[in-house]
């Protein structure tokens, strides 16, 4: 139990990579925020079940990452309910498919909303107490898509070259203060978000679902299998490690082989 008395703030994790993110950092011993959409049982069902699997605290803000005063509102929530907040992980993510000219605006403003800005004004809260207190960890969900791009995926790979961008630029205002950034970069991992995007792509193609799943897998991703939610929790807990006192503004790709070619 190496993060015993953190407290800890995990955005997007009612589902997904966020929630195996929760469960990890709570399974180390850290109070855990949980945010995200869902129907109120479900989410209070996540959330009982998450604290009776791990025995910590886990909480639950319903902030909408499009709101900046919500984000806010939600730091300090956490704040009240933990004592501080030491670890944030911003993983809040939505995804669209078109070509830029056919790219819906209100689209393109919600994922820079949700997967980019909301990132930043999270950090803005939580930063001040961090520095002052010595040690503090961010940790950014950004994708492969931070590092190279995909056609039709404009506001998503804008969004996450950002999150990167963002990552580097706190790891120096933060270098030497005990408080570290760093970027998850994963690959296909079969979350919500891409189970939707394979469904739409079989329909398409008028395939199957696993014949497709494996389809788009082998495009991208030379391993031939996606990366696992457990995998992505167990890297976060390696960054808030001692391990990983010295590693700050990296980006670790957890991509099957996407970004080695
Ligand atoms: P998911 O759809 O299961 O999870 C997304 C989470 O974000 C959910 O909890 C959802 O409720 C929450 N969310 C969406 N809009 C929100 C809003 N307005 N306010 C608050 N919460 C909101 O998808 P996932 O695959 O687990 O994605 C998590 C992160 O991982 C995203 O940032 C995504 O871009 C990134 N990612 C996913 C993959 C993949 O292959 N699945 C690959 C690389 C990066």
Redesign the pocket.
């Known amino acids: 139990m190496t993060l015993n008395g953190r407290g800890a703030i995990v ?10 993110i929760a469960r990890a950092l709570a399974g180390e011993g850290a109070k855990v925020m949980l ?4 129907a109120a049982d479900d989410i209070e069902r996540t959330r009982a079940d998450l604290a009776a699997d791990t025995g910590a605290t886990i909480a639950y803000h319903d ?4 709101d900046p005063a919500a984000i806010a509102a939600m730091v300090e929530a956490a704040k009240a309910a933990f004592g501080s907040v030491d670890i944030l992980v ?6 669209h498919v078109a070509k830029v000219e056919d790219f819906p605006a209100d689209r393109w403003d ?1 994922v820079i ?3 980019l800005s ?1 990132a930043f004004h999270a950090a803005a809260a939580v930063l001040p107490a961090m520095k002052a207190a010595g040690w503090g960890r961010i940790i950014n ?5 931070g590092l190279v791009a995909s056609a039709e995926k404009s506001a ?1 790979v804008a969004a ?1 070259h950002g999150l990167v961008g963002l990552t580097k630029v706190i790891a120096l205002e933060t270098a030497g203060s005990g408080v570290t950034c760093n970027a998850i ?10 189970e939707k995007q394979i469904t739409q792509r079989a329909a398409a193609a008028g395939r199957p679902f696993e014949q497709e799943a494996e389809t788009l897998l082998l495009e991208k991703q030379p391993s031939g299998a ?2 696992t ?1 457990e995998q992505l929790g167990a890297t976060a807990v390696f960054l808030t490690s001692a391990a990983a006192d010295n590693m700050t503004g990296a980006s670790l790709s957890v991509d099957g082989g996407w970004t080695a070619r």
């Open positions: 955005t997007g994790s009612t589902s997904g990579i966020g929630l195996a945010n995200g959409l869902g902030a909408d990452m499009r911003n993983n809040a993510g939505i995804q919600a909303a949700i997967n909301s969900i950004a994708s492969a898509h998503y996450k970069c994963p690959g296909w991992v079969l979350t919500a978000l891409v996606f990366t939610v």
